[in-house]
């Protein structure tokens, strides 16, 4: 069925295409352009002057888990500081929950996000950390979210050697997942893996023919974007500690640069330079980092607010970050965008313009969601 949207009061396509109206067929865009010169359709929608952008693209969350770090939360709030630790928490909790449990739990975060205008989303393994609960999680995240990444190399589990730990993940654990999943990730940093070990990884993955993607230069400067750069990562994530020649590497890259401000703000640490970058030339994505203990939050809205009050982005270019930005970051060309051909995923606000993202920060503003030419909401 074909749907003609007509009565956009600012419509944000993130390509050449432009106009007051669009066409919606079956699961993609059919035409945009001015209402005057729309095709017939089946049905037709009028937003009555809201503003019409594509869906959020979240290229970085983990919502396999079980368990609540509440508690951990707050003792952050009173001063404690963040390290990786914590993730073994929810390791322990997602090893004991049942199949049924985990999945209404990724479940219930991709419907929440949604509803907040996410159309597509990536999510990781990362909370099983031995070979079967890695598959059960690829395979349980790979029937709601879009994009699966294997993230064994999240945490070395407490009590093994981290060395028989890495050779585990790029073997055994590895070979079993591959078939399930897109991409690796690996988590460069201290307390976690090491650049040899982190390298070691993601040179096994891209042998298996994953892409690659990196948690990098989360808790200080460090590896994680030269490793990155150096192998052809699509994406290196949270970017919080650059050096000047971390950015010049981004800006001279393919690699996308994924901020990840929720995050920041959980833990209390310093927000990206996302200006020095733009103004280097790296392309930068916005994403939530949806997790239980460092950024419980779906909400894209807010990380775009977040980017554009606090990280001096413009709104136009955290909204393109949003996505076109993510999508770059997960090498996807038929989503973040508005054009025919692409798949039909939109976002109504119930405001006039994109700027209302900001300039009315903490207000619901999603009116309308469309994913693959449904309407959701």
Known sequence: MSVLITGIGELTTNTEAAGDALVIDGEQIAWVGNAQNAPAADERVDVEGRAVLPGWVDSHTHLVFAGDRTAEFGARMAGKPYTAGGIAVTVNATRQATDAELAEVVRKHVAEALKQGTTFIETKTGYGLNVPDEVRSARIAAEHADEITFLGAHLVPPGEDADTYVDLVRGEMLDAVAPLVRWADVFCEKGAFDYDQSKAVLEAAQAKGLGLRVHGNQLGEGPGVRLAVELGAA???????????????????????????ACDLSTRQSLPPARALLDAGATVALASNCNPGSSYTSSMAFCVTTAVLQMRMTVEEAVWAATAGGAQSLKRDDVGVIRPGARADLHVLDAPSITHLAYRPGVPLTHSVWRRGERSL
């Open 235 to 261: 994406s290196v994530d949270h970017c919080t500690y650059l050096s000047q020649e971390d950015i010049d590497a981004l800006a001279s890259s393919q690699t996308v640069a994924t901020l990840l401000p």
